[in-house]
Antibody
């Protein structure tokens, strides 16, 4: 079945960097754009950016574009989110989510990973 | 960037009643590219509606969506216990995919 499995919870200190992973299975990895969305404790959903697993092109939310990098590895059907210069405000659950249609970025998110908890604390 | 506003913030209803959730956009949503998600505590969001009025796979017909342009609604008929969670709208028609702040549906 189609699924996205994310890496486990992580604790980092302020100023550090983190790289989260999301492994896709059950479908053609390069056919669907992938997004990253985060959710701070008790808060709403914040879209972070999108990556095209086929060519690797990316587009980031303006508020994060200086600190975020999304990459992909087609050999392992995985996408990665790297966030640098971590702050306490980055404490959140991070989700990867698939765009529903083949080859089209502007579509709803039909499959979600289980989420990865990132805690940034000294 | 398109800003989405959801109202009310919390809706208190009883099982069996109808819920009407509102989502308003700061500018026109291209192609009515508006989705609704349901989120249970501790879980990832689940796609409910897309294209403003189309139900996602497996979503019961008690859920319906409507609206266009800048004003959209999600209606849930005959509320069941599992429906008392949080709902988010999202626009996916522009280069930035924004979410609304959410509406919590509580048991009265």
């Amino acid at each position: 079945q189609v699924q996205l499995v994310q890496s486990g919870a992580v604790v980092k200190k302020p100023g550090a960097s983190v790289k989260l992973s999301c492994k896709a299975s059950g479908y053609a990895f390069t056919h669907h754009y992938m997004h990253w969305v985060r959710q701070a404790p008790g808060q709403g959903l914040e879209w972070m950016g999108i990556i095209n697993p086929s060519g690797g092109s990316t587009f980031y939310a303006q508020t994060l574009q200086d600190r975020v990098t999304m990459t992909r590895d087609t050999s392992t059907t995985s996408v990665y989110l790297e966030l640098t210069s971590l702050k306490s405000e980055d404490t959140a659950v991070y989700f990867c989510a698939r765009a529903s249609s083949r080859g089209w970025p502007n579509d709803p998110f039909d499959v979600w990973g289980q989420g990865t908890m990132l805690v940034v604390s000294s | 960037e398109i800003v989405l506003t959801q109202s009310p913030g919390t809706l208190s209803l009883s099982p069996g009643e109808r819920a009407t959730l509102s989502c308003r956009a700061s500018q026109n949503v291209t192609g009515d590219s508006l989705a609704w998600y349901q989120q249970n505590p501790g879980q990832a969001p689940r796609l409910l509606m897309y294209g403003a009025s189309k139900r996602a796979t497996g979503v019961p017909d008690r859920f319906s969506g409507g609206g266009s342009g800048t004003d959209f609604t999600l209606t849930i008929n005959r509320l069941e216990p599992a429906d008392f969670v949080v709902y988010y709208c999202q626009q996916y028609g522009s280069s930035s995919f924004t979410f609304g702040p959410g509406t919590r549906v509580d048991i009265k």
